[in-house]
C-alpha cells in the first residue's frame, strides 16, 4: 500500500525563519514519484516539484530546497528566509509505477502561517 | 484557456439533491483529473480520463458518483441524492498528455460542495 504522512498539521514561524516541512511516504514500488503541491488561501494547488525515485540529489530554487532520502523514506522541503507569502496549506504527493502514475496519493498537508 | 476552469466556485445543496460540477482543462490536455479535499483531510482520487480510453473509476466513492467527459475537454462529476459526507472540495486536474502525472498537473481552484 502507498502512503504519505506530513505529521505537522500546522506550523508558526515569524517571517525571516528557516522553515521545514516534513514528509515521509510508503511504496513498494521500485519507481515512483514525489511532488510538493502549495495551495494558497484562492485554493488552486501549484505545482512547486517533482522528484523521482532513482535521483537523490537535493535541489533548491532560491528560497526553496528539497531533501529526498531514499533510506528514510523521507522528502522534507525548507522554506529559507520565510515571507508572509509564503503562508498556505503544503501538499506532499506520491504516485508510483504500479498503481498509475497519474494517481497520486496526497499527505493530509501542513498549514504554514508566516507572521509579520 | 489559461488554467483550468471550474464551475461553480461553491455550491450549497439541500441534502438528496443531485450536483453537477463542471471542469474545463487547458486547452490540448488529453488527461483530466478529479480529485476531492475533505476537511482536515488530504486530497482523495476519484477519476481519472485519458483521451478516448475507459476512464479509471477505480477513486469513485459511491454509485452515487459519476463523471464523463465530452469530446475529450468538458468535464462533468455528478453527484445524485447527496449526503452530508459529500461536502468537499471538488478539485480538477488536467496534463498535457497521458502519463503525465509523473510531471505534475495543473489544477483548478476547485468547487466547494456544501451539502446542508
Known amino acids: 500500500a502507498q502512503k504519505v504522512t506530513q505529521a505537522q498539521t500546522e506550523i508558526s514561524v515569524v517571517e525571516k525563519e528557516d522553515v521545514t516541512l516534513d514528509c515521509v511516504y510508503e511504496t513498494r514500488d521500485t519507481t515512483y514519484y514525489l511532488f510538493w503541491y502549495k495551495q494558497p488561501p484562492s485554493g488552486e494547488l501549484v505545482f512547486l516539484i517533482r522528484?523521482?525515485?532513482?535521483?537523490?540529489q537535493n535541489e533548491i530554487s532560491g528560497r526553496y530546497s528539497w531533501n529526498f532520502q531514499k533510506s528514510t523514506s523521507s522528502f522534507n522541503f525548507t522554506i529559507t528566509a520565510s515571507q508572509v507569502v509564503d503562508s498556505a496549506v503544503y501538499f506532499c504527493a506520491l504516485s508510483g509505477s504500479n498503481s498509475g502514475t497519474y494517481k497520486y496519493i496526497f499527505g493530509t498537508g501542513t498549514r504554514l502561517k508566516v507572521l509579520a | 484557456g489559461a488554467g483550468v476552469s471550474q464551475s461553480p466556485s461553491n455550491k450549497v445543496t439541500e441534502k438528496g439533491k443531485d450536483v453537477e460540477l463542471r471542469c474545463d482543462p487547458i486547452s490540448g490536455h488529453t488527461a483530466l483529473y478529479w480529485y476531492r479535499q475533505s476537511l482536515g483531510q488530504g486530497l482523495e482520487f476519484l477519476i481519472y480520463f485519458q483521451g478516448n480510453s475507459a476512464p479509471d473509476k477505480s477513486g469513485l466513492p459511491s454509485d452515487r458518483f459519476s463523471a464523463e467527459r465530452t469530446g475529450g475537454s468538458v468535464s462533468t462529476l455528478t453527484i445524485q441524492r447527496t449526503q452530508q459526507e459529500d461536502s468537499a472540495v471538488y478539485l480538477c486536474a488536467s496534463s498535457p498528455r497521458p502519463g503525465q502525472g509523473a510531471y505534475g498537473y495543473t489544477f483548478g481552484s476547485g468547487t466547494r460542495l456544501t451539502v446542508v
Open positions: 522528484r523521482n525515485s532513482f535521483d537523490e
